[in-house]
């Protein structure tokens, strides 16, 4: 379904916020904070987890440039939608890599959040960039669960839902593998935390974006689904008993994915739902099911007897998945792909987003 966003500023603001580079000054390119306050309106909450993130990347930035409190750019990301700053994440090089905010409007607000966990993405800075690449190669081998950031934060989760809090989750790009990681954590133990992805990745060949034939996309991904199946069965044949269900715990949690078709990160999330819908279509969709529980690598791994613990991250049973739909001016030049590339990855297009697509998948 085709909709529109009530949260965009004029089409000045709009222009600067996704043309210009990232100013960190809200109030130049940040969202329209006057909207009426709607927990129960997914634009509005998109709007607002999107800035709080960005709020967790402007500290990170704040803290680079040295900014005193009078220069600091970060606060209004969060004071413009009643948050306060409860927690900061700093890793042991003394970068800034989330935060926690705690929602203090005056008087109770149905369906909101008590606190907000919110993950920055790779900033490559020199006193940052180390430890994010880092973490990006710990999460591309599927092992970010064994980072000391991943391993804060997830004590700061569980500390908080234990006590009762209402807890959100909100992340882009590697903030989002580590919001989706804590998401899938804490679903196994029973809470279903609302969990916000802005461009998560998905560690797999761009299929999505780099064919363009309908047809073509649907074959592979059949021949896919056919291979990994067998897979699967080989696997139950040669180690014996039950193939493992990934899926079976993390059933009822339906995170929210924020992707752009552009985005060779996080674009194949479209193709990896969307596939799933067709095969049922046809008929075939026990056979999808199958194929989608486990990567091709750790089946490929169990069946020779290897050790393939390590659960693939953007493997996931359901999701409310919103793709932005807005065709950007066309950019020229050298660097064009790069900049392309950029604004598709962007934090910013999900607060300023005009024309998206929505659709639940289960």
Known sequence: MLCCSPLLRS?????????????????????????????????????????LVEGAYILERDRLEKHDEIQALAPPWWKSFHFELYH????????????IYEYKYPYPVPNSPQYVIAFRGTILKKRTASSDIKSNFKCLLNKLHETPSFQEAMYYVHKMVDEGARVW????????????????????????????????????????????????KFRIRCATSVFKTGLT??????????????FAVLSTWVPYLFVNPDDPICSEYIGYFEH????????VGILEMVATKNSTRNLCL???GMDSR??????????????????????????????????????QQWWNLSLYESMRYN
């Open 88 to 99: 900061k994440f700093i890793d042991k090089t003394g970068s800034i890599f989330g935060a």
């Open 302 to 304: 169990s069946v020779l």
């Open 169 to 216: 989750l909100a992340g882009h790009s590697l903030g989002s593998a580590m919001a989706l990681l804590a998401g899938k954590e804490m679903a196994k133990m029973g809470h279903l935390l609302e969990t916000y992805l802005f461009n998560p990745p998905f560690f797999s060949f761009p299929l999505e974006g780099a064919i363009k034939d309908e047809r073509v």
């Open 310 to 347: 390590s659960e693939p991250l953007h493997l996931l049973p359901s999701a409310d998945l919103t793709i932005n739909r807005d065709q950007f001016p066309d950019i020229e030049g050298v660097f064009a792909a790069y900049k392309k590339f950029k604004r598709a990855h962007g934090i």
């Open 233 to 246: 069965a080989l696997n139950v044949v040669v180690n014996g008993g039950q193939a493992y269900d990934p």
């Open 11 to 51: 089409p000045k603001k709009l222009n600067q916020g996704l043309m210009s580079p990232r100013s960190g000054n809200f109030d130049l390119s940040g969202p329209n904070p006057g909207v009426s306050i709607d927990w129960n309106n997914v634009d509005y909450r998109r709007s607002v987890l999107s800035s």
């Open 276 to 283: 799933r819908k067709k095969m049922k279509e046809n008929g």
